[in-house]
């Protein structure tokens, strides 16, 4: 019987084997967390590459000993194994030696497994120095932030040029937006001071001038981007400067614009020129800034600036590269996976906003955009209400998209966040079988939303979980009290399905 000193032995490496599978396992799922971090920003997979040193090391060796001193040690040992054929001829006064026709095959197979090998544990040791090369970025960006807020009065263009350095490595999207914000507030104090930095360095004499441009000369935009815009540029100085149109909405028209101070894009928000006059859509206006400006979250647009003068009034907020969810759902139904996903996000973003207060009243897919991270961030809180805004909506008066409103909402009577569930309840339903639930016109679908059962998902889609098919059901259930009570009841649901 083998005695207790193999037992010890046995029970160490066994323990050694499943802490080290533990250890792979949460670094790949690290990882995958990380990835798309790294393909948004750069800075992030530029400090990866530079700072994985055993992997240097083991693509240095790799270059320098493979070409030529391991396969030649390895040629040597194979040509023992499968010595030349040598043959004698003439009562064996003449030998001829011939090489064992095994061995080219061999060596190259050798040579094969020598670079797929040292290219798997490069790749690998790479791979899994990623957690730790981004956890080494954090403290970096905290080193960063450290010292631009301690030079921020001395010198506010150092210090606005290490926020840029430490936003480039963060990868918590709160502390990016805390870091944007310091930025923000350093251009509003030092503003010129900064441009003037820049514009030294540049050897130019405006943000937008190129290099080597006459004192006073003005560089304009061109032609084609300035046709159709209300004004070229707004706020103080001419802080932000219009690019081309975006889109049009319920509120008001959206333009592609440019912070020269914060050398970034932005989108630009302005009422209608019809209702600049309409003192109930500029409160309504104004309302959605301020409801915007408390909003936090990677799922929800966020506001920069409000701008208002003989320009009208204008809002300028997070450009989000991408589509609408309208537009994705125009392709068809989503997958189960994708529905999940999206709703989780959605839910997770809703809640956040009614914890602060905040109902939407007009959720739907076409305010729900989807940037190049396919990451889903609401937008275009326009008719939404706080909670303990002493200012409401005329009794009677319905705000909203038809098909996307609840029964009380329909009816012009008060609303709460289960509003919101209602509405998320319908786009899910798009989302899952590709048609909206209720369809006709206007007046039509109103009375359907306030006198019909939806159809069952799974009639329409039988790949949709009888989990997801009860969840949607009861989001649009007519009375708020029959449906899920918060957001996070609605994510806890879904995650499960």
């Given amino acids: 019987m083998p005695n207790s000193g193999e037992h010890s032995i046995l029970r ?46 083991v693509l240095l060796v790799a270059l320098l000993v493979l070409p030529s001193l391991v396969p030649a040690g390895f040629d040597r040992v194979l040509e023992l194994i499968y010595p030349p054929e040598t043959s004698q001829h003439v009562f064996g006064l003449l030998t001829k030696t011939t090489p064992d026709p095994r061995l080219e095959d061999r060596q190259q197979l050798v040579r094969l497994l020598l670079w797929g090998s040292a290219a798997a544990l490069i790749m690998g040791l790479f791979w899994l120095h990623i957690p730790k090369a981004m956890s080494q970025a954090q ?18 263009s150092r210090s606005a040029m290490l926020y840029r350095r430490a936003v480039a490595l963060v990868t918590d999207r709160a502390k990016e937006t805390e870091l944007q914000r310091k930025l923000e507030r350093l251009g509003r104090q030092y503003g010129e001071e900064i441009d003037a930095v820049r514009r030294a360095a540049c050897g130019s004499n405006s943000p937008d001038e190129p290099p080597g441009a006459a004192a006073g000369s003005t560089v304009l935009m061109p032609r084609s981007q300035r046709l159709g815009l209300p004004v070229a ?8 400067v219009l690019e081309t149109e975006l889109g049009r909405g319920a509120m008001g028209v959206v333009y592609r614009a440019r912070d020269v101070r914060l050398d970034r894009p932005v989108a630009l928000k302005q009422l209608f020129s019809q209702g600049a006059g309409d003192e109930e859509m500029i409160r309504r206006f104004h309302q ?48 189960m996976a994708d529905v999940v996903r999206r709703g989780s996000e959605l839910a997770d973003a809703l809640g956040y906003a ?39 909506t005329r009794a009677g008066t319905v705000l909203g998209s038809p098909a996307y409103m609840s029964p009380e909402q329909a009816s012009g009577s008060s609303v709460d ?35 019909q059962d939806p159809p069952a998902p799974r009639d329409l889609n ?17 009375s708020p009290g029959e449906r899920p009570q918060s957001m996070a009841e609605v994510k806890a649901t879904l995650t499960s399905s």
């Fill in 462 to 478: 039988k790949s949709c979980s009888k989990a997801l098919e009860a969840l949607i059901l009861n989001m649009m259930a007519k």
């Fill in 12 to 57: 160490k490496t066994r323990a050694y084997a499943i802490d080290f599978r533990q250890r792979l396992t949460c670094n790949f799922h690290d990882t995958a967390k990380l990835l798309p971090e790294m393909r948004r920003k750069p800075a992030l997979a530029r400090h990866w590459l530079l700072s994985a040193r055993k992997a240097q090391v």
């Fill in 139 to 156: 403290r970096r960006a905290r080193e960063l932030e450290s010292e631009a807020d301690s030079v921020s009065r001395t010198a506010p």
């Fill in 354 to 392: 009614h914890a602060k207060g905040v109902v939407h009243r007009d959720f739907k897919p076409a305010n729900v955009l989807i940037d190049n991270d396919d990451r889903c961030k609401i937008s275009d809180f326009g008719i939404a209400k706080l909670s303990e805004s002493s200012v409401h």
């Fill in 288 to 335: 959605e800034a301020r409801v915007l400006a408390r909003l936090s979250h990677p799922n929800i647009v966020q506001v920069y600036d409000f701008i208002e003068g003989s320009q009208g009034a204008w809002i300028a907020m997070e450009l989000v590269e991408g589509q609408d969810l309208e537009w994705a759902l125009s392709e068809g139904a989503f997958s």
């Fill in 233 to 240: 540029s707004l706020g103080a100085d001419g802080r932000y």
């Fill in 417 to 451: 966040p289960r509003t919101d569930i209602y509405a998320l309840g319908v786009s899910l339903f798009h989302m899952i079988t590709g048609r909206l639930p209720f369809r006709g016109d206007t007046q039509s679908v109103l009375a359907q939303v306030l006198t």
